[in-house]
């Protein structure tokens, strides 16, 4: 009997281990045939998986006879699966090959938010452009930002200078003063550096551009009315990077850029180098610059100093000098006389530094410590006038986080200091200004329940001039499904009055008298917003994404500047509000390599005052951003763009023209280089096409608003290469 029963118990174990057979595949890459290392292949409903060696093979043993889908997956690409019978014989592993997911969004993590979630997990509503689509976008102005953010929607770079190009960036609508712009979380582009600060970014060295749209003070602070701009730098890895790229352009203009990034066990480093050369260039012939001539060279570099798995520090060190000369050709070119004499020159220079310093305590706290000094110093001359001034400001930080399986908070203290001295003002007393800022704030987010996080946030500032201030913010994110993702927040915001805005920037500072600190008070602000975001396929080869944003921001008792009746410009607070409200609706339809994206902006911008409604100037009421793009993933991309701008409202109290802007850009891919050819704005769209863009004479204009483009048609061209 004992020996029966033995004899049934081997059966039965051998009879298991027969039913038990192995499986192996190689994943690699569909377009390029490369392995993947790291993919995973896991048996569905099972614990059983295997991840993928160097020559992407993978094993997975033990696998129960019938029948089974086995899910093939690997960051940045598409999942894929398959039906097996086991028990399964094989004489070959099984080949997969994954396709690129060129719209993966799920392992993007923002930094602006001091969170360590990624982006789809963040009740913030935040836009994150990086990856092929910043190289992309980097192709076609190498030299600036500007294409960078212009070809979002609900944000439009604003032209302030018909001759010198300067620019500033407005969201939904509202003044570019109210936009607040940071550089890996340091706020190194306020006040006076922030004029021309659109123009002296280069993207070479940039990973990542994360953009919040509405209030965002509980972290950041005043300034962030409308919204934030933080441009993230690359980080060194193991991985040496040293790429170099350069562009020339039909307006005769010249790129060069190079960036260096290599890691050790306990050194980092980035530097990056760029020259920027720009041409006088007038499309137009009407005998004023449209592009300005300028040199401007940039070098930034950072060291990363790896104490310890738990303890990083870094320091980084920015320098930009430039010059730059615009107006008339003539005059430009060396041949003044009473005719040909007027000009606009801007001469700047800007230094900064940055340290950081980050120490994990465990694997769930972490304390940083972070601080940045900057110099700027900026000379705008034009005939019979000079404003010139130097402006140093330092930020430092300390915060403390903490993050476990349901909450995320953090807490913080930071002082930020501000100084302006204007030299020889042309008015009675110069715009000079020294404010102190000290903050404290704390924020948290909260995992209700798997489908609905909570973010709260609180944060009180002190400033030395305008007094003390309280803001609170919520946002709530709600997965309602798999396919459906609401967001929904608000929150209260301030800003330090300045005589740095887009209507100083226009009379170049002439006859514009410094604030009357004692009569004048902060504006403050109340913003929210709604988000939809809707992805779904619609065949095994169409995938459809949708996301709409509703926004209503509201600015009590803003600062104006208008005339005073003397020959003076001087800043104002009449009672009233500037509120903007409107949708921003964005489709995204992709089928193998083609995606087509539309956008659509609605802003209503209005400005309410003693009992009186006007229409926010240079506003387009409706915009299209149309883009259809073909692509290989490492190999070939075509993009065909189209933008639309409705009529704007102008200053004197006309109407502009709407127009189209058209473009085509390509680029063909290899392992170690690669070529791109752009065609900007060629159906030649211009406001020189519409109406003269200045009255008066040539020695003496007065320019009009600047509410299209004055540069036209441009073509560039050039070489990335990657060693």
Do not use: C
Request: zero cysteines; charged letters at 20%; proline letters at 3%.
């Amino acid at each position: 009997m004992i020996k029966s029963i033995s004899a049934l118990l081997v059966l039965i174990i051998y009879s298991s281990v027969l039913g038990q057979t192995s499986f192996t595949a190689t994943i690699h890459d569909e377009e390029h045939k490369e392995a993947l290392v790291g993919a995973n292949a896991i048996v569905k409903g099972t614990s059983l998986g295997g991840s993928s060696d160097i020559d992407g093979y993978v094993e997975i043993q033990n696998i129960p006879d019938g029948r089974h889908v086995i899910v093939f997956s690997y960051i940045g690409y598409e999942e894929s699966s398959s039906i097996f019978t086991f028990p399964l014989s094989q004489n070959e592993p099984h080949e997969v090959f994954l396709h690129h997911d060129e719209g993966h969004t799920e392992e993007v993590h923002i930094s602006a938010t001091r969170s360590s979630r990624t982006i789809a997990d963040i009740p913030t509503r935040i836009e994150a452009i990086s990856g092929e689509e910043l190289n992309e976008k980097g192709n076609m102005k190498p030299g600036d930002i500007r294409m960078l953010l212009n070809e979002s929607t609900g944000i439009q770079t604003q032209q302030t200078s018909a001759t010198s190009y300067n620019s500033s960036i407005r969201i939904q609508g509202l003044d570019g003063k109210y936009t607040q712009i940071l550089k890996d979380g340091f706020p190194l582009y306020s006040g006076f550096s922030g004029g021309l600060s659109l123009l002296q970014i280069v993207p070479l060295d940039l990973s990542q551009v994360e953009v919040i749209k509405g209030a965002s003070s509980t972290l950041h602070g005043g300034g962030a009315i409308a919204g934030l701009v933080n441009l993230v730098s690359k980080t060194p890895s193991e991985k040496r990077e040293l790429s170099v790229l350069l562009n020339a352009t039909s307006a005769l203009g010249l790129d060069a850029s190079a960036f260096y990034s290599q890691k050790t066990e306990k050194l980092g480093t980035t530097v990056f180098v760029s020259y920027n050369l720009g041409t006088a260039y007038d499309p137009a012939d009407i005998g004023l610059t449209a592009i300005p001539e300028f040199k401007r060279y940039t070098i930034n570099p950072k060291l990363f100093v790896f104490f310890s798995d738990k303890t990083t520090l870094d320091v980084g060190f920015n320098t930009t000098l430039e010059e730059r000369i615009g107006g008339d050709l003539i005059y430009i070119e060396g041949n003044q006389d009473s005719t040909h004499s007027y000009f606009e020159k801007n001469e700047t220079t800007r230094f900064s530094t940055q340290i950081g310093l980050v120490h994990h305590q465990s694997d769930a706290s972490k304390f940083s410590l972070k601080n940045s000094y900057s110099y700027y110093d900026r000379t705008l001359a034009a005939p019979g006038h000079t404003f010139a001034g130097i402006q140093n400001s330092s930020f430092s930080e300390v915060n403390y986080s903490h993050q476990s399986n349901s909450l995320e908070w953090v807490a913080g203290l930071n002082i930020w200091t501000d100084q302006f001295v204007q030299n020889q003002p042309d008015t009675i007393t110069g715009v000079d200004y020294d404010h102190l800022t000290m903050g404290a704030f704390v924020q948290s987010t909260w995992n209700a329940s798997e489908q609905v996080n909570l973010e709260t946030g609180l944060r009180f500032d002190s400033q030395n001039d305008y007094g003390n201030f309280l803001l609170p913010r919520l946002a709530l994110l709600w997965k309602v499904n798999q396919k459906l993702v609401l967001r929904a927040g608000g929150g209260l915001g301030y800003k330090t009055p300045s005589v740095f805005s887009e209507d100083a920037e226009r009379l170049q500072f002439r006859d514009v008298l410094p604030i009357d600190v004692d009569n004048t008070n902060a504006e403050k602000s109340l913003g929210t917003n709604f988000d939809i975001n809707y992805r779904t396929p619609l065949t095994d080869e169409i995938s459809l994404s949708i996301n709409s944003l509703l926004f209503y921001t509201r600015i009590d008792d803003p600062i104006l500047l208008g005339s005073n009746g003397l020959g003076q410009y001087e800043f104002s607070q009449p009672d009233g509000v500037i509120d903007t409200r409107g949708i921003e609706t964005n489709i995204k339809l992709s089928y193998d390599h083609f995606k087509l994206f539309i956008g659509y902006t609605l802003a209503d911008v209005q400005q309410h005052y003693s009992e009186t409604t006007t229409t926010f100037p240079l506003v387009s009421r409706h915009r299209l951003n149309n883009v259809l793009m073909y692509e290989k993933h490492d190999d070939v991309r075509i993009g065909l763009e189209a933008y639309y701008f409705s009529p704007q409202n102008l200053s004197d109290g006309s109407t502009s023209e709407e127009y189209w802007i058209l473009g085509l850009m390509t680029e063909k891919m290899w392992d170690d280089f690669s070529l791109f050819l752009n065609f900007e704005n060629f159906l030649d769209t211009r406001q020189t096409k519409f109406e003269a863009v200045y009255t008066g004479s040539l020695s003496n204009p007065q320019f009009k608003d600047i509410y299209a483009p004055v540069d036209g048609f441009v073509i560039n061209g050039g070489l990335k290469i990657r060693f």
